[in-house]
């Protein structure tokens, strides 16, 4: 196996909802747009046309694949879009029917007539395909065919999805977990020590850091942002914002000004079993709650586990006295580098493996990772991740409405408690506990994958998309 993730990839910043459904299209019309300018003035083209097959037709509307695509074709950047406009601007380009092409060029463009909805048709590589049509003034057209195969990675069409970045040479190439537990005890390293070795291969030290603690910015101020936001979540499924409810209710009235001093006050009062257990479900559901309303948020592998992770390292910072920056980075650089071991021996796709892809992944990071900061042993920190994912196997992806809301959001914050729970018995237990490899297990995530009924991969055509009421209460 030749491929190289850095885990940069695995943490992406963007917008929400959904990495497969909302940042790889995204990504993949900024990729068409390139390949246009390559071609020719975007002034000579006449027309243009988006083809969603699959699971990105059939759930694209509630997870904004069509707003995707268009903020793409503008040019925008989802790492630096403001977010607060998106709305205006979507509601701009439908009403006067045309699209600023690379933000340089007018274009007539009709989101309902130009955006096509293939919904019983897929393409053979992988359920979220899409092509992009543009007819140039002298009717040349291009036409690409993309694929988003999970956490914001996109593949075009014939292009080899191991081979889209320049190869680069790492000190320890990974494949699998036993690749990285044989590295380590091997030069006597840390996970995270063999990752950030690897990482140097890609950027400069300081750069390394001052990224990664910029990922834990953006964590951290979406979870701030949604223990302070109220009201309903779009997409027409009523269901009610519930972290800010639950923060309220948890700091009573307690006096704070920004997020620092609001982490003095949680760890200041919060001390008793179930307080934290509160505080961990809070952290959660105020990063899934802020991805659903399309907010600024960190791929962790995915957009709809976005909240297992920071709500872990949360957890971690708060309570276990980890607020320290070079705690944050080892944090990040061991969960990153179990997500990409995932991905290379499984998925993390949705479309292609269930919520277990997503939910089960994430978790799976975020018990490695905190046992590697709670000074766990390599076999601990790997034991941990598959305890965490040996618990999810099979888990079905099936969004009501197509929405990343329910049971999307809940299941974050039970991704994040088994985490912690995975943990603590990878960490109070011997490696001669660990009947079942890390590797063993990820092989039966793909194989129960590739066994699993298409219904309940991210298509809402079964389970809970298709067993509910619309007169149930609000969420």
């Given at each position: 196996?030749?491929?190289?993730?850095?885990?940069?990839?695995?943490?992406?910043?963007?917008?929400?909802?959904?990495?497969?459904?909302?940042?790889?299209?995204?990504?993949?019309?900024?990729?068409?747009?390139?390949?246009?300018?390559?071609?020719?003035?975007?002034?000579?083209?006449?027309?243009?046309?988006?083809?969603?097959?699959?699971?990105?037709?059939?759930?694209?509307?509630?997870?904004?694949?069509?707003?995707?695509?268009?903020?793409?074709?503008?040019?925008?950047?989802?790492?630096?879009?403001?977010?607060?406009?998106?709305?205006?601007?979507?509601?701009?380009?439908?009403?006067?029917?045309?699209?600023?092409?690379?933000?340089?060029?007018?274009?007539?463009?009709?989101?309902?007539?130009?955006?096509?909805?293939?919904?019983?048709?897929?393409?053979?590589?992988?359920?979220?395909?899409?092509?992009?049509?543009?007819?140039?003034?002298?009717?040349?057209?291009?036409?690409?065919?993309?694929?988003?195969?999970?956490?914001?990675?996109?593949?075009?069409?014939?292009?080899?999805?191991?081979?889209?970045?320049?190869?680069?040479?790492?000190?320890?190439?990974?494949?699998?977990?036993?690749?990285?537990?044989?590295?380590?005890?091997?030069?006597?390293?840390?996970?995270?020590?063999?990752?950030?070795?690897?990482?140097?291969?890609?950027?400069?030290?300081?750069?390394?850091?001052?990224?990664?603690?910029?990922?834990?910015?953006?964590?951290?101020?979406?979870?701030?942002?949604?223990?302070?936001?109220?009201?309903i979540l779009p997409g027409g499924l009523n269901v009610r914002r519930r972290a800010a409810q639950m923060n309220k209710k948890l700091t009573a009235s307690g006096h704070y000004e920004d997020y620092d001093s609001w982490v003095k006050l949680i760890r200041a009062t919060s001390f008793d079993f179930q307080s934290v257990l509160n505080w961990v479900s809070c952290f959660a559901l105020a990063v899934n709650e802020?991805?659903?309303?399309?907010?600024?948020?960190?791929?962790?592998?995915?957009?709809?586990?976005?909240?297992?992770?920071?709500?872990?390292?949360?957890?971690?910072?708060?309570?276990?006295?980890?607020?320290?920056?070079?705690?944050?980075?080892?944090?990040?650089?061991?969960?990153?580098?179990?997500?990409?071991?995932?991905?290379?021996?499984?998925?993390?796709?949705?479309?292609?493996?269930?919520?277990?892809?997503?939910?089960?992944?994430?978790?799976?990071?975020?018990?490695?990772?905190?046992?590697?900061?709670?000074?766990?042993?390599?076999?601990?920190?790997?034991?941990?991740?598959?305890?965490?994912?040996?618990?999810?196997?099979?888990?079905?992806?099936?969004?009501?409405?197509?929405?990343?809301?329910?049971?999307?959001?809940?299941?974050?914050?039970?991704?994040?408690?088994?985490?912690?729970?995975?943990?603590?018995?990878?960490?109070?237990?011997?490696?001669?506990?660990?009947?079942?490899?890390?590797?063993?297990?990820?092989?039966?995530?793909?194989?129960?994958?590739?066994?699993?009924?298409?219904?309940?991969?991210?298509?809402?055509?079964?389970?809970?998309?298709?067993?509910?009421?619309?007169?149930?209460?609000?969420?």
């Open positions: 196996m030749d491929e190289r993730i850095s885990i940069f990839d695995i943490f992406k910043i963007g917008v929400g909802p959904s990495s497969s459904h909302t940042l790889g299209p995204w990504k993949a019309a900024l990729r068409f747009l390139d390949e246009l300018r390559a071609h020719g003035p975007l002034s000579e083209i006449a027309q243009l046309e988006v083809h969603l097959f699959g699971s990105l037709a059939k759930t694209g509307h509630g997870h904004g694949t069509d707003v995707a695509v268009q903020l793409g074709l503008c040019g925008e950047l989802p790492e630096t879009f403001a977010v607060d406009t998106l709305d205006s601007r979507i509601q701009e380009i439908a009403k006067e029917k045309k699209i600023r092409l690379g933000n340089e060029v007018d274009l007539p463009f009709d989101p309902l007539k130009d955006i096509h909805f293939h919904y019983l048709e897929s393409l053979p590589f992988h359920p979220n395909g899409m092509t992009f049509r543009a007819q140039w003034q002298d009717a040349s057209q291009e036409l690409r065919t993309f694929y988003s195969i999970g956490g914001g990675f996109i593949v075009e069409e014939g292009e080899d999805a191991a081979r889209t970045a320049p190869p680069v040479r790492l000190p320890f190439p990974i494949d699998s977990a036993t690749d990285l537990a044989r590295y380590c005890h091997g030069m006597d390293m840390h996970i995270s020590q063999v990752v950030w070795e690897n990482e140097k291969a890609w950027r400069p030290e300081e750069q390394i850091e001052a990224d990664l603690l910029r990922i834990w910015d953006v964590m951290k101020e979406c979870i701030y942002r949604g223990v302070h936001t109220s009201g802020e991805n659903a309303a399309f907010g600024r948020v960190v791929t962790a592998p995915t957009n709809g586990a976005a909240g297992v992770i920071p709500a872990v390292l949360q957890y971690y910072v708060t309570f276990c006295d980890g607020n320290k920056p070079h705690k944050i980075v080892e944090f990040l650089l061991t969960a990153g580098e179990l997500g990409s071991v995932f991905k290379k021996g499984a998925t993390i796709s949705a479309a292609m493996g269930g919520c277990q892809a997503e939910i089960g992944v994430s978790s799976a990071m975020a018990a490695g990772a905190l046992t590697e900061c709670m000074g766990g042993s390599v076999s601990q920190v790997l034991m941990a991740a598959e305890i965490a994912m040996e618990h999810h196997l099979g888990m079905t992806c099936d969004p009501i409405g197509g929405l990343v809301q329910v049971p999307c959001i809940e299941r974050n914050t039970m991704g994040a408690i088994k985490a912690i729970t995975a943990s603590q018995l990878a960490l109070n237990s011997s490696p001669e506990h660990a009947k079942v490899p890390l590797d063993t297990v990820i092989r039966t995530m793909w194989e129960t994958a590739l066994d699993m009924n298409s219904k309940y991969k991210e298509t809402a055509d079964g389970g809970l998309a298709v067993n509910f009421s619309v007169g149930l209460p609000e969420c």
